[in-house]
């Protein structure tokens, strides 16, 4: 079955998948064009030069799906509120290269509990909702790496999906779906 498609005895009415792998050239935009509509020109990837910065910040090599990713859309996804959602979670460059800084400030606050700060050594933090919600690369977890969470209230980092590209699934599921109820709304 192609990717993207539907099953034949699947529900008419519900979304093509969001199948492949996002170390697979073309994955990325593939998705965010087929889930979210934004036309290719609105999904821009990183330079060689700021895919270096994230590397140096990262402090050891990018998994390849990272690396992927960044090249396809990790500088501006779309326009509107998609592009706000990118750029809110510091998913894009350069934000995302101010997410150590604000995950080392989060587990010096939580140095009391049972945090481990040299997660950040092992790890890199690539994603910031708000400032509380800080999600790591598992960076010795091969190609398309576990993602990690740092838990809030105690510090601690426990894998949240299992690969990269699981996350991504769910960055980009639930706002395809807004995106489909949207259009199913009636309009005055």
Not at 83 to 112: G, I, T
Not at 116 to 123: C, F, L, S, W
Request: with cysteine; proline share 8%.
């Amino acid at each position: 079955m192609a990717d993207d498609a539907r099953n034949d005895d699947a529900d008419p009415a519900a979304p093509p998948t969001l199948s492949g792998h996002l170390a697979t050239p073309g994955t990325f935009t593939r998705w965010v064009g087929t889930h979210l509509r934004v036309p290719p020109g609105e999904v821009v990837g990183c330079t060689e030069a700021e895919i270096a910065d994230v590397d140096a910040a990262a402090g050891r090599p990018l998994p390849a799906a990272y690396r992927q990713f960044l090249q396809e859309g990790g500088k501006v996804v779309g326009s509107g509120w998609v592009a706000d959602h990118f750029s809110r979670s510091s998913l894009v460059y350069p934000r995302v290269l101010n997410v150590r800084d604000v995950a080392l400030e989060m587990l010096d606050d939580l140095k009391e509990a049972a945090g481990d700060p040299t997660i950040v050594q092992r790890a890199f933090p690539f994603y910031n909702w708000e400032g509380y919600l800080i999600r790591l690369l598992d960076l010795t977890g091969g190609d398309d790496p576990p993602v990690l969470l740092i838990d809030e209230e105690t510090g601690e980092a426990r894998v949240e999906f299992d690969t990269f590209s699981a996350f991504m699934r769910s960055e980009v599921g639930p706002l395809a779906d807004v995106i489909r109820r949207l259009r199913e709304f009636p309009q005055s």
